[in-house]
């Protein structure tokens, strides 16, 4: 005859399933943060991020646990650390030591004891589980800013001022935390076409011309490795941008440039 066990034992097991969907979920939300940490745009950057993903997800916890800790964004103090190791001891006990510790579950007291233990877990689970929430939650936010900035100021973000307003709107208050984004190099047309696009709001005369010459110094001076000759030439087959010497038939005439639409 099987020995009669406590009636708090499918209470006891009912809080486990809780607990471990709760580790799970932790070690779900670190493997799409660490990943995110460090991303280069190019070609092989892509490539070794698709890698590192796949890499991340075959992790333990304190693998996982461990990519965290090194990086620089969080809170730095013994608490933090203290508070995120005690959380793997309880995940390992949860998994590993809990019948041992515990009688079974076979009487009351040890299923009491189980369920107090248990709840404090939980708990301090909990304020691990929303500290790597809002990391990831911020990480992701910084890589759309980054990109978005890319987008509208070209390969060079280092004015500063297209990367710091993405940054606002899609941080707000956040603090801002460690991430590295590289973006790839970009093509000479789409580095032209931007700066001629800014120009062209900011000091373009009352029939929408911009002299290309401003451009071409402008281009220069944010990206020193274009090309030190044929600006125009390129310029000219760049979708959207029509070009004139003007005025027209005059010696003293200069190329410039509209948007065509």
């Known amino acids: 005859m099987h020995p009669i066990k406590s009636h708090l034992q499918p209470v006891v097991e009912q809080r486990i399933g809780r607990n471990l969907l709760r580790c799970q979920l932790i070690e779900l939300r670190l493997k799409t943060l660490l990943p995110l940490r460090k991303i280069d745009f190019s070609n092989d950057g892509i490539a070794e991020f698709k890698t590192r993903s796949t890499r991340v997800r ?7 646990i461990a990519g965290y800790l ?23 006990w949860l998994t590993h030591h809990l019948l041992a510790s515990h009688g079974a579950l076979q009487s009351d007291e040890d299923c009491s004891a189980c369920l107090d233990r248990l709840d404090r877990d939980y708990s301090a689970a909990e304020v691990v589980a929303a500290e790597v929430a809002m990391a990831t939650r911020i990480t992701i936010k910084m890589v759309r800013a980054f990109v978005e900035a890319w987008e509208k100021a070209g390969a060079n973000l280092s004015e500063g001022s ?10 707000g208050d956040e603090t801002p935390i460690e991430v590295s984004v ?27 011309w911009t002299h290309f010459s401003t451009a071409g110094q402008v281009a220069r001076r944010e990206s020193p490795d274009l090309p030190k000759k044929g600006l125009l030439d390129i310029a000219r087959r760049v979708d959207g941008f029509q ?4 005025p027209a ?3 003293n005439a200069v190329w410039m440039f509209r948007p065509t639409s």
């Open 58 to 64: 075959t992790q333990t916890l304190g693998q996982l």
């Open 70 to 92: 090194d990086s620089g964004d969080a809170e730095k103090s013994a608490d933090r650390e203290r508070r995120i190791d005690e959380f793997v001891q309880a995940r390992n």
């Open 162 to 171: 297209e990367l710091m307003a993405a940054m606002e709107r899609h941080l």
């Open 182 to 208: 590289v973006m790839p190099p970009d093509s000479v047309e789409n580095i032209l076409a931007a700066v001629m696009r800014r120009l062209h709001r900011e000091r373009h005369d009352i029939e929408g």
């Open 243 to 246: 070009f004139e010497q003007r």
């Open 249 to 251: 038939g005059s010696p």
